[in-house]
């Protein structure tokens, strides 16, 4: 965590968007996103961002600290030198185009030219837009890096560098390309790092490339909020964990939520074991092609997707506004993802509910959590079996008379059939029977299955966010392909 020391902002007094002094296209934006007045952390960077200062910048989830780098960027640019000025990177795609498209927002009427550059699409278009000329440039750390290697992206020009999330990004397994980046970047003038948790060890990094940074610490170390009810049940030994997540749907009722797994084949049993349940749930890991991965986002963001269950891939920086729940289906390995990926709910200043599946093992996670950021999980009863298959059976037929009631009519060959059903020996298994074909038969989603199965943890670095390679050729962590990177995690 950061220390606080002379270069760091007391606190910061409310203000509103005019004293800040953005200009009147700018204002018109931040009005229409629907934004009243500068969250803390846009006030107290918009000066030092503008000014040309290094900043390092711890500030909570979900506080608006997109924003924060992108308001005083705006004000930063030279809008008659179409070369890029500012990069900006992200750990993931997702993310990357979500901090894109934050930005495009308030630049319009700026006269902005941008560019998002990730992996898993095409090059032309993203050649087509550098090729234009473009002030500002988003990416994820592979794509870019190809971008430079093949000259299409002019990093000599390039004054400011934002690493959001930048924890993760300085992690080891995006560091080597970072380091390749900063190199790239002759012209560099500036380095803004945001994240909600940053670890004491970036002192080598900040004496290297940002003298004298501006450090905001907005979290006075406690990165959790009390906005955010931390609870946990705990797996029942009798029952499968996915069993028990079961239970807890029923008996939570959350209207969405996205439930974190650690790997992407625990992402794909969850994802089919709640469809044959009945539940609305989506599946989002990197072994979705791009398009998929950002339908299923599209989805969840506009509130059309109950369910998601995703690896780490949606644990960082991830904005979906109303998100009322968030569900730790594995506990993290590292304490810090907890928090980022706790953080999906509870965002500026809504309520938000952490749930966490607990077995035996977790224990020592669970002290860890403690022990780092005061975080106490509320223990609470786990439904037993019976309970959660009569809250099953109970929604179900709740769901049917709601058909019944809109008027649903139901051919007289059915009825018949009921009855005949009904007066079977073997009447039960048959109406069991039904329910399944009727539950797998619903059309629950849009998106498609994915059966792939792989056993590997993920992110966006390394080969997916390569060019796309000759059919056939899957991104299956450790196969080959990106040299030296073999031992990179994916998501
Ligand atoms: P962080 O990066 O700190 O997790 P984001 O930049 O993703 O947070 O912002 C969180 C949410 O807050 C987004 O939905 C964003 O549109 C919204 N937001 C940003 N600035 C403001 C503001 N000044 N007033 C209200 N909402 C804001
Ligand atoms: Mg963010």
Same mark, same amino acid.
């Given at each position: ?13 409310? +203000? ?5 002094? $953005?200009?009147?296209? !700018? ?75 934050? #930005? ?7 006269? =902005?030219?941008?560019?998002? #550059? ?24 592979? &794509?870019?890096?190809?971008?430079? &290697? ?10 400011? =560098? !934002? =690493? ?18 900063? @190199? ?44 955010? @009810? ?76 109950? $369910?998601?269950?995703?690896? @780490? ?39 938000? &509910? ?9 224990? +020592? ?11 106490? =999980? ?112 994916? &998501?």
């Amino acid at each position: 965590m950061l220390e606080q020391d002379e270069n760091t902002l007391p606190d910061i007094p409310t +203000t509103t968007f005019e004293a800040l002094g $953005l200009c009147e296209s !700018v204002l018109t934006a931040v009005r229409e996103a629907g934004y009243k007045a500068p969250l803390p952390v846009q006030a107290a960077c918009f000066a030092p961002v503008k000014e040309g200062r290094h900043l390092v910048v711890q500030s909570r989830t979900g506080s608006g600290k997109t924003a924060a780098f992108g308001l005083p960027l705006l004000h930063r640019i030279r809008y008659e030198d179409r070369r890029p000025q500012v990069l900006i990177l992200a750990p993931t795609r997702e993310l990357a185009l979500q901090v894109h498209q934050e #930005i495009e927002k308030l630049a319009v009427g700026t006269g =902005l030219e941008s560019v998002c #550059i990730y992996g898993g699409t095409r090059f032309t278009e993203q050649l087509e837009k550098l090729h234009a000329g473009v002030h500002l440039v988003v990416g994820t750390p592979g &794509r870019v890096l190809d971008h430079h &290697r093949r000259r299409t992206f002019r990093t000599d020009s390039v004054e400011t =560098l !934002v =690493l959001d999330e930048a924890d993760e990004m300085l992690s080891a397994g995006f560091y080597e390309d970072i380091r390749k980046v900063l @190199d790239a970047l002759t012209g560099l003038q500036q380095v803004l790092l945001f994240s909600a948790t940053l670890p004491p060890n970036l002192q080598g990094l900040i004496r290297k490339y940002m003298p004298e940074p501006v450090k905001v610490n907005l979290s006075q170390d406690r990165v959790d909020v009390d906005r955010i @009810d931390n609870v946990a049940y705990a797996v029942d030994p009798t029952q499968t964990k996915m069993r028990t997540l079961l239970g807890v749907i029923e008996a939570e009722d959350p209207s969405a939520a996205i439930i974190f797994c650690n790997m992407r084949h625990t992402t794909e049993a969850v994802t089919s074991y709640l469809r044959r349940r009945g539940f609305d749930a989506a599946l989002l890991n990197s072994d979705l092609c791009q398009t998929d991965r950002e339908t299923v986002m599209a989805r969840m963001k506009a509130g059309h997707q109950r $369910l998601l269950v995703a690896t @780490d891939i949606a644990a960082r920086g991830i904005d979906i506004s109303f998100l009322p729940c968030v569900i730790h289906y594995d506990l993290p390995d590292d304490v810090q993802q907890y928090i980022h990926r706790t953080g999906r709910t509870g965002r500026v200043d809504r309520h938000g &509910r952490a749930i966490s599946l607990l077995t035996l093992k977790d224990t +020592t996670s669970i002290r860890r959590l403690e022990w780092s950021y005061g975080i106490k =999980l509320k223990l609470l009863e786990t439904p037993t079996r019976e309970e959660t298959l009569k809250m099953l059976a109970d929604r179900r037929i709740r769901e049917m008379k709601e058909m019944i009631e809109a008027g649903r009519v139901i051919p007289d060959e059915f009825q018949v059939m009921a009855r005949e059903i009904m007066a079977d020996p073997d009447s039960e298994s048959l109406v069991a029977t039904l329910i399944d074909a009727f539950l797998t038969s619903k059309p629950l989603s849009e998106q498609p299955e994915n059966s792939h199965g792989s056993k590997h943890r993920e992110n966006d670095r390394g080969p997916s966010d390569r060019p796309p390679r000759p059919a056939g050729d899957r991104p299956a962590g450790g196969g080959g392909g990106a040299g030296g990177s073999g031992g990179r995690r994916r &998501r």
